[in-house]
């Protein structure tokens, strides 16, 4: 079960979240997954960020239709960015998904990205010992009023679109 949570006190993220930033966490156990476990954290996002769920398609269709008119980045211009030779070794730089990658360790994966109305990360950690866990954390630097408007129009699906992930992503198959 997907629960609110903390961010874990030894995620990079702490030193990119600033107290100013919006940020949430959410976790999901992993207990007894052992692919999930020993996966590399590229492996890991992938298969959470890429998850097919329906109506997270068609939420994020509309929000670039309707984005895109102002100038934001869309999912689609994003995912264009990447190079052919990183679907196969995805490093610093490389996208999963429309996710920039900033960070692998082997525990973590910071992924995000900049725009002129906000910067984002997501990481991506996990737990592995005394109750494993995958934790979800986002942390939105807002540049303007335009990130404030935007992050206060999102934030109810973010909520339900990171909780669904977590549980699609980690689901066993």
């Known amino acids: 079960m997907t629960r609110r949570d ?10 990119y ?28 996002a992938e298969r959470i960020l890429t998850a097919e769920i329906g109506w997270v398609t068609a939420l994020m269709s509309l ?15 994003l995912a264009n960015e990447q190079t052919a030779e990183a679907a196969t070794c995805k490093g610093v730089g490389d996208r999963i998904g429309f996710f920039k990658i900033y960070s692998v360790l082997e525990n973590e ?30 942390c939105c630097k807002r540049h303007n009023l335009a990130g404030h408007a935007y992050l206060a129009l999102i934030l109810p699906f973010h909520k ?11 689901a066993t198959p």
């Open 63 to 77: 929000r670039d239709n309707l984005v895109g008119i102002i100038g934001m980045k869309t999912t689609h211009d």
């Open 17 to 44: 979240h600033a107290a100013d930033d919006f940020l949430d966490t959410y976790s999901i156990p992993i207990r007894g997954q052992e692919d999930l476990l020993t996966a590399d954290m590229r492996v890991l």
């Open 160 to 170: 339900m679109i990171v909780k669904t992930m977590l549980a699609r992503g980690t």
């Open 6 to 15: 903390k961010l874990p006190e030894d995620s990079l993220l702490n030193a």
């Open 109 to 138: 994966i910071i992924l995000g990205e900049n725009d002129w109305h906000q910067d984002f990360r997501l990481s991506l950690y996990r737990k592995r010992e005394n109750g494993a866990r995958i934790y979800a954390s986002t």
